[in-house]
């Protein structure tokens, strides 16, 4: 009898730039040759927070995460890419520069996927990257010409682990008042 191998499911918050932008990130991406994957453009993602995988999701889980996104706010902010990053299994973009307002915006998922008693995935740790694909490869570090967008949501992602399929669970504009903003006036 043949078995098929146990789906495995990630649920992750993360940013997804614009698809007409991703389109321009993807064709921009083919200099770096793989003899992996390239992810595609509906693909490329920031991820904000992360789960450990999962046999299967529940619908309890689905609410609770919708929850924690229905609970966070955040203002508008701009996000720019200036490096692109090679390391023996990955090419990713790459911030030279903190983002206060992406920092910010993890802390509030992070402070809520907490309180809900959820755990982040096991050693995960924040480092904003959007990877472009995988791959066997010397590393490397090269400035690039910016590339960003204003972000103006954020999601809540299922990837169908090694079936090239992402499914968005709930999406939240991101609306609020800048503080820093506000404290100059």
């Known amino acids: 009898m043949f078995h098929r191998p146990l789906a495995r499911h990630r649920l992750f918050f993360a940013l997804r730039p614009p698809l007409p932008l991703a389109r321009q990130i993807t064709a921009a991406a083919s200099w770096f040759e793989t003899d992996r994957d390239k992810l595609r453009p509906e693909h490329l993602h920031v991820t904000i927070d992360i789960l450990d995988d999962h046999d ?8 609770d995460l919708k929850a924690i996104g229905d609970a966070v706010e955040g203002a508008p902010f701009a996000l720019q890419f200036d490096t692109a990053v090679g390391s023996d299994r990955s090419i990713a973009l ?3 520069h903190k ?3 992406l920092a910010a915006l993890h802390q509030r998922i992070a402070v809520a996927r907490e309180a809900a008693g959820l755990r982040a995935r ?3 740790r924040f480092s904003p990257h959007m990877t472009l694909g995988y791959r066997d490869g010397v590393s490397f570090t ?3 010409a910016p590339i960003g967008w204003d972000v103006d949501a954020f999601v809540l992602v299922h990837s169908h682990v ?13 609306s609020g008042d800048d503080d820093r ?3 100059l006036f």
Do not use: C, F, K, M
């Not at 299967?56 to 609410?63: G, N």
């Not at 090694?162 to 991101?174: A, F, S, Y």
């Open 181 to 183: 903003q506000l404290a």
């Open 142 to 144: 090269q400035p690039i």
């Open 56 to 63: 299967r999701v529940s619908t309890t889980l689905e609410r």
């Open 162 to 174: 090694g079936r090239t399929r992402h499914d968005v669970l709930g999406r939240w504009l991101l």
């Open 99 to 101: 983002n206060a307002s």
């Open 94 to 96: 790459r911030p030279r």
């Open 122 to 124: 096991e050693g995960y």
